[in-house]
C-alpha cells in the first residue's frame, strides 16, 4: 500500500483561479487565495452557475461543508448580511475552493444545491434552522436540528445565547408540566 | 422460658421483604444521552461491572424498568420523550441524574438545553461531574438502593406535593 | 386453510409505519428513524435528528478561543483528544503559530490512541448490536487501559481538554512510554481475538455482507469522510492528503476497500487500529526532551504552577484569560477552514475571527452530520434488522451529529 495519496501544491496545482476568473469575468465581487485554498465571493444569482462550473469543469465534486455567517455586525463592511459559505474539493488534485455567495437581509433567498451535490440536503435545512435562509427549490425545507414550533433562528447575531425564553416557555412540553 | 425454636426463623414484615429484594434487583432504563453514557457504559461493563448490585438488567423498557438514569444533556426536544418515558415506568420507581448538564445544564446554558431535569421529574440521586466516574455512578446506585430498602421513593414526595397543590 | 405463506405476502401488501427511537437499545444514543414497512421490509426511512443538539456553535462564539476546548470535548465523546487537537490546531492555523516538536509529537501520539479507543469500542458496539456481547467486553477491557493512560496524562478519563492554543495542558507523565508500549501489546492480542472471531462467522459475514452497500459515486456525492468512505473505495484521509502534526514522518498506508457493505466497515476499522497501533510506537521513538508550548508567553497559557509560583506568569495568565483590545489572544481578522482527520472522518472547524479574543462565527464540520444523511437512501429494501448492522457499521455519534 504505501502513502499513494494526493498532498495539494497550489504552486502546481490545477488552474482554477485563472479558469473561473476567465468564465466569470465581471461576475465575481472577488478572488483571492486563502492559505491553501481558493476563495471566490459572488452574489448569490451567480452562486449556483459557479457551482456548477466548478463540479462539472473543474472536478470539484465533493461538498465538503456547507454553512453560513451572518456579517451583520462584522467589523468589516461585507457586500450582505449573510454569507452562505461552501467548501468543495477536487478529490483528483486535493484542491480546496470555498466560494461565498452572499444574500440580502431582507427575505433571504438562495437557490438550492442539491441537484449538484446531494450531500448539501441536511446542510442547508440547518442553514434554513439557524439563519432562516430559505433555499429555493430543495425537495424538504423544514427545520432539523432545533423542534419544530421554534420561533427563532438561533445563529443570527442579536439572538441571545440564553434564548429568547424558550427554555422556560416551549409549548412541546408546557402540556407536561401545566 | 425459653422457647424453644422448631427451626430457624426470622421474623419480619411483608413490606421490608419486599424492598430488601426491590433494592436488590433494581432493573434500570438507561436514558443515555450523550458523554455520561459512555461513562454509565463503563460502570456496567468489564472493570467496574454493576452487576454485583443486582443492576445488570438493561432492557431499554420502560415498562419493566424501576430506574430511570438519566446521563447527558436533554435538549427541549427531547424532554418530551424523557417525560414520557418516565410516565410509563411503573410505582415505585427511582431516578438518578447522571451528570452536571442532567442535574442543572452544566457548562452548556444555552438557548437549546433544559437547565436540569428536576425541573421536570423528581430525582432521587444527583452525580455530580462531568462526566462523574463509574465509582460515582456506584455511588449513586447504593444510594438508591438505601432508599428503595427504606420503602422511599421520591416519587411518594413529589406525588403528595403535587396533591396539595 | 391457513398457510403462513400468504399470510407473510398479505402482510407485505399493508405499509406500516414504524417509529424507532430516539431511545431504543439499537439507535445509539438519541438518533430517530421513521421506517415505512411492508413487513419485514423497509420501504421507506426518514430519520429525524437534533434530539441532542446543544448549541456549541453559538457558544463558540461567546467563549474565547481557550474555553471553547472543553466544549471540543463533548462533540464525540468516544475521542475527545481527536476533538482537542483538531481544534486547537485549526487555532494555532488562524494565529499563525507553530508548537514546537515535542508538543507536536506528544499530540500525535495521543490522536492516534484516543482513534485507538474510538475504533475499538465501535467495533466492539457493532458486533454487539449484531448479538456476540463478549466482544464488547473484551473492547471494553482494552479501552480501560486507555483511560487508564488518558487520566494519568490528562487529568481525567473522558473529557480531556488536554490541548491549549498554542501547546499542551501538562508534559507526559513519568513511565508513559513504558506503558503505551505494553497497551499497544495487549491492543494487538485483542484484535487477532476480534479478527479471529468474527471473519469467518458465518453469522456474522451473513448479517454484514452485502449489506447497507454504498457506492463509491453516492460515498462523493454525499460528502462522506473517514472510514465509511474508505470502506466504498473512495482514497481520502486528513492524515496522507493534508498532512499535519508529524505524520509526514510516520510509515503508515491508508486502508481502502471497494465492496462498501457494513463487513468492509468493520475491516477497514480493524486495519485503521493496526495502522494506528504501528504509528504510536513509531511515534514513540520521535519523543525527545524540549518544550511543548510555543514560546510566545503572551498568547500562550502559562501552567498552573507556574502561575501560583511565578509573578511574571501570572501577569500572563491575566492577559490571556481578559477580554478587551490590550489583552489576550487576538488574531488577525480573517476566515479559515480546517480539518482534520477525527476516527470517523474529516472534523473540520471554519473560524470567522473579528479581531476580538473570541470567533465572530464558529462552524463544526462534523463527519457523523454528513455520514448520517445517506441512510434513508441505502436502507430501503433492506430488512428491519440491517437498520442495526448499518448504524452499527457507520459509528453515528449523537453529539456531533446534533452539536
Known amino acids: ?178 | 422460658m425459653a422457647v424453644e425454636k422448631p427451626f430457624d426463623i426470622t421474623t419480619t414484615t411483608l413490606e421490608s421483604a419486599i424492598n430488601w429484594a426491590r433494592s436488590n434487583s433494581m432493573w434500570p432504563m438507561p436514558f443515555g444521552v450523550a458523554c455520561c453514557a459512555i461513562e454509565m457504559m463503563a460502570a456496567l461493563m468489564s472493570k467496574y461491572d454493576a452487576s454485583r448490585f443486582g443492576s445488570e438488567v438493561l432492557k431499554f423498557s420502560p415498562r419493566q424498568s424501576d430506574l430511570l438514569i438519566v446521563s447527558g444533556r436533554i435538549s427541549l426536544k427531547m424532554m418530551p420523550v424523557l417525560m414520557r418515558i418516565w410516565e410509563q415506568m411503573p410505582e415505585p420507581k427511582w431516578c438518578i441524574s447522571m451528570g452536571a448538564c442532567a442535574s442543572s445544564g452544566g457548562v452548556f446554558d444555552t438557548y437549546a438545553l433544559i437547565q436540569g431535569i428536576d425541573q421536570f421529574l423528581p430525582v432521587d440521586a444527583y452525580i455530580p461531574g462531568c462526566p462523574p466516574r463509574p465509582e460515582a455512578f456506584i455511588e449513586a446506585l447504593m444510594v438508591v438502593q438505601e432508599k428503595a430498602r427504606e420503602g422511599k421513593a421520591s416519587t411518594q414526595a413529589y406525588t403528595e406535593k403535587a396533591q396539595q397543590v | 386453510m391457513y398457510s403462513y405463506d400468504t399470510e407473510v405476502s398479505e402482510l407485505a401488501e399493508n405499509v406500516v409505519s414504524v417509529n424507532v427511537g430516539p431511545s431504543h437499545p439499537a439507535m445509539h444514543g438519541t438518533l430517530r428513524v421513521k421506517l415505512q414497512l411492508a413487513g419485514e421490509k423497509v420501504l421507506a426511512c426518514e430519520q429525524e435528528i437534533g434530539f441532542l443538539h446543544t448549541g456549541f456553535e453559538k457558544l463558540g462564539e461567546h467563549h474565547s478561543f481557550n474555553q471553547f476546548i472543553t466544549v471540543t470535548d463533548r462533540m464525540n465523546y468516544l475521542s475527545p483528544l481527536n476533538n482537542n487537537i483538531g481544534y486547537a490546531l485549526a487555532v494555532e492555523e488562524l494565529l499563525g503559530i507553530e508548537v514546537p516538536r515535542r508538543g507536536q509529537v506528544i499530540r500525535t501520539i495521543l490522536a492516534e490512541m484516543s482513534r485507538i479507543a474510538d475504533h475499538i469500542f465501535c467495533v466492539g458496539l457493532m458486533t454487539m448490536d449484531l448479538g456476540a456481547f463478549s466482544s464488547v467486553l473484551w473492547t471494553m477491557i482494552e479501552r480501560e487501559k486507555l483511560y487508564d493512560i488518558f487520566e494519568a496524562t490528562t487529568g481525567t478519563r473522558l473529557t480531556t481538554s488536554y490541548t491549549r492554543v498554542g501547546g499542551l495542558a501538562f508534559d507526559l507523565p513519568e513511565g508513559f512510554e513504558a506503558r503505551t508500549r505494553q497497551i499497544m501489546d495487549t491492543c494487538e492480542q485483542t484484535l487477532g481475538q476480534l479478527r479471529d472471531s468474527f471473519v469467518n462467522n458465518k453469522i456474522f459475514l451473513d448479517r454484514t455482507q452485502g449489506v447497507g452497500v454504498i457506492t463509491k459515486d453516492q460515498a462523493l456525492s454525499f460528502g462522506l469522510s473517514g472510514p465509511v468512505a474508505r470502506a466504498s473505495g473512495v482514497p481520502l484521509d486528513q492524515r496522507a492528503y493534508r498532512p499535519y502534526l508529524v505524520y509526514p514522518e510516520l510509515d503508515f498506508s491508508v486502508p481502502l476497500h471497494e465492496e462498501g457493505d457494513c463487513l468492509a466497515r468493520y475491516l477497514i476499522r480493524i486495519d485503521e487500529l493496526e495502522q494506528s497501533i504501528a504509528m504510536v510506537r513509531q511515534a514513540l521513538k520521535l519523543l525527545e526532551p524540549g518544550p511543548i508550548n510555543h514560546e510566545s508567553a503572551k498568547r500562550i497559557l502559562p501552567s498552573k504552577d507556574l502561575v501560583y509560583r511565578d509573578m511574571e506568569s501570572l501577569i500572563h495568565h491575566f492577559k490571556v484569560v481578559m477580554p478587551g483590545q490590550d489583552h489576550g489572544i487576538h488574531p488577525p481578522k480573517a476566515e479559515l477552514y480546517s480539518s482534520t482527520e477525527a476516527p470517523n472522518g474529516e472534523l473540520g472547524f471554519f473560524l470567522v475571527s473579528d479581531g476580538s479574543h473570541s470567533a465572530y462565527r464558529m462552524r463544526v464540520r462534523s463527519p457523523s452530520f454528513y455520514n448520517y444523511q445517506l441512510l434513508s437512501h441505502i436502507l430501503p429494501g433492506h430488512m428491519v434488522s440491517d437498520l442495526v448492522a448499518i448504524l452499527g457499521s457507520m459509528n453515528v455519534i449523537a453529539g456531533e451529529l446534533d452539536r
Open chain 1, 1 to 178: 500500500m504505501g502513502n499513494a495519496l494526493i498532498v495539494f501544491d497550489p504552486t502546481t496545482g490545477p488552474p482554477i483561479a485563472q479558469r473561473v476568473q476567465a468564465q466569470f469575468e465581471g461576475r465575481l465581487l472577488r478572488g483571492y487565495q486563502e492559505g491553501l485554498q481558493q476563495g471566490f465571493d459572488v452574489t448569490a444569482e451567480v452562486a449556483p452557475s459557479l457551482l456548477a462550473f466548478l463540479r462539472n469543469d473543474l472536478g470539484c465534486t465533493c461538498l465538503v461543508d456547507l454553512t453560513a455567517v451572518d456579517y451583520a455586525k462584522y467589523p468589516e463592511a461585507q457586500p450582505a448580511r449573510f454569507g452562505v459559505i461552501y467548501i468543495l474539493l477536487c478529490p483528483e488534485t486535493g484542491a480546496r475552493v470555498k466560494v461565498r455567495a452572499f444574500v440580502a437581509d431582507s427575505a433571504p433567498r438562495l437557490a438550492t444545491a442539491v441537484p449538484l451535490f446531494a450531500g448539501a440536503d441536511w446542510a442547508e435545512r440547518e442553514v434554513f434552522d439557524f439563519f432562516g435562509i430559505v433555499f429555493e427549490g430543495h425537495p424538504n425545507l423544514k427545520r432539523i436540528l432545533l423542534p419544530d414550533g421554534y420561533r427563532d433562528h438561533p445563529l443570527r447575531k442579536g439572538y441571545p445565547l440564553r434564548g429568547k425564553g424558550e427554555r422556560a416557555d416551549f409549548e412541546v412540553y408546557r402540556a407536561f408540566t401545566g
